[in-house]
């Protein structure tokens, strides 16, 4: 077995934390505060009516959840970084959209009434990101250092 560098172990741990972090996060609308629940908050931020808001509250927590444990589990790396990315970029419109409207809402993440800090999701999506963008730079060097070691022992 290769040892890891430090790079190697920083990307395991963002792996597994972001991957914990939507499980959790996930499984809290599916099964602590239901979905029901997250229905109604979705059709709060008044973006999209019946039946969509149902068909999104309905998807999202789990495609937040298999995302999640793909990424814990480094299966489908790609594509669990892909899909991460894609609902955070939907949830951040989301967020602005209600900004924009001066919507005093509760954001729905995880069940909670309190009103949405919205200064504090901004700073929450920089994290999201900046960790996405890690893991998806990481992914990247790991493909490319795997087609040269594949090359290298070709020639």
């Known amino acids: 077995m290769e040892s890891k560098n430090p790079i190697q172990i920083v990307t395991l741990a963002l792996r597994v934390l972001l991957g914990t972090w939507f499980v959790w996060s996930g499984g809290v609308k599916i099964f602590v ?4 629940r997250f229905t109604r ?15 999104a ?42 900004w924009s409207k001066g919507l005093d809402i509760s954001c729905g993440c995880h069940g909670g ?12 999506f920089f994290v999201y990101f900046t960790v996405l963008a ?13 087609k040269v070691k594949q090359r290298n022992l070709i020639a």
């Open 57 to 98: 509250a309905y998807a999202v927590p789990w495609l937040e959840v298999i995302a999640g444990i793909c990424l814990m589990l480094g299966i489908l790396r790609r594509g669990a970084i892909l899909t991460l990315t894609g609902l955070v970029v939907v949830f951040c419109v989301a967020i602005g959209w209600a």
């Open 33 to 36: 505060s239901g979905l029901d």
């Open 41 to 55: 908050d979705i059709a709060n931020y008044r973006l999209v009516s019946p039946p969509l808001d149902a068909v």
């Open 134 to 146: 890690w893991l998806w730079l990481a992914e990247v060097f790991r493909i490319t250092e795997m």
């Open 113 to 124: 009434d309190s009103p949405i800090n919205y200064w504090g999701k901004v700073a929450e």
